[in-house]
């Protein structure tokens, strides 16, 4: 069945960088645009980063443009958040999903409701 296994969160300081990954099984990993969420208690899960099936093009969300990186790793099945400039607001668990619709880019961040199959998320901590 599908499968998203996130890996990688932890305590770092702030300014600090970290980066997280999301193993994906049990469909073809290469035509799904992928995306990392984040949630904090009581928030609804906000958009950080996509990276499309094609031509790994990818969208941020506006609060970690520029400190933030996604990429993707066909042959590992596995898309990474290179978290740079680390702030103590990005606390939060953070989530890999698959995109709702395989062969689909999106060019603009998206809700949590376009994504699906979600991992059980991995802690970020940022201490100030």
């Known amino acids: 069945q599908v499968q998203l296994v996130e890996s990688g969160g932890g305590l770092v300081q702030a300014g600090g960088s970290l980066i997280i990954s999301c193993n994906a099984s049990?469909?073809?990993?290469?035509?799904?645009?992928m995306g990392w969420f984040r949630q904090t208690p009581g928030k609804e899960r906000e958009f950080v980063a996509s990276i499309n099936w094609i031509q790994s093009a990818a969208n941020y969300g506006d609060s970690v443009k520029g400190r933030f990186s996604i990429s993707r790793d066909n042959a590992k099945n596995t898309v990474y958040l290179q978290m740079n400039s680390l702030k103590p607001e990005d606390t939060a668990v953070y989530f890999c999903g698959r995109y709702i619709k395989p062969f689909t880019a999106i060019r603009e961040p998206r809700t949590a409701n376009d994504f699906g199959s979600w991992g059980q998320g991995t802690q970020v901590t940022v201490s100030s």
């Open positions: 049990g469909f073809d990993f290469s035509i799904y645009t």
